[in-house]
């Protein structure tokens, strides 16, 4: 089981960027994709962005693509979310997510993983 804490939330103007970070806690972290998902008021929650567990591929929601960037280092167990160019729609609570399953392949569902954080608060205001 791999604990989350996710930071780096906050309210930044349309356009401008924050960074995410989520510190994990476990020994199971460097083995298991790792992802960040969102929900709005009032929808429900959508995948943002996941990163396999060795780091070599990475996985976007189409409305992000361009402007997000997941990245991982296994020696701090860490995962963070660059995101730039943000928008009013970018506005939701960010959640940490890691993967129930070891050593995947490929792109992976939100049923595929199963350690969540806590979530962190990003408001994008226009």
């Known amino acids: 089981q791999v604990q989350l804490v996710e930071s780096g939330g906050g309210l930044v103007q349309a356009g401008g960027s924050l960074r995410l970070s989520c510190a994990a806690s476990?020994?199971?972290?460097?083995?298991?994709?790792m992802g960040w998902f969102r929900q709005a008021p009032g929808k429900e929650r959508e995948f943002v962005a996941h990163?396999?567990?060795?780091?070599?591929?990475?996985y976007y929601a189409d409305s992000v693509k361009g402007r997000f960037t997941i990245s991982r280092d296994n020696a701090k167990n860490t995962v963070d979310l660059q995101m730039n160019s943000l928008k009013s729609a970018d506005t939701a609570i960010y959640y940490c997510?890691?993967?129930?399953?070891?050593?995947?392949?490929?792109?992976?569902?939100?049923?595929?993983?199963?350690?969540w954080g806590q979530g962190t608060q990003v408001a994008v205001s226009s």
């Open positions: 997510a890691a993967a129930k399953t070891a050593y995947t392949l490929g792109q992976l569902a939100s049923g595929d993983f199963g350690s």
């Open positions: 476990g020994r199971t972290f460097s083995s298991v994709a």
């Open positions: 990163i396999t567990w060795s780091g070599r591929r990475t």
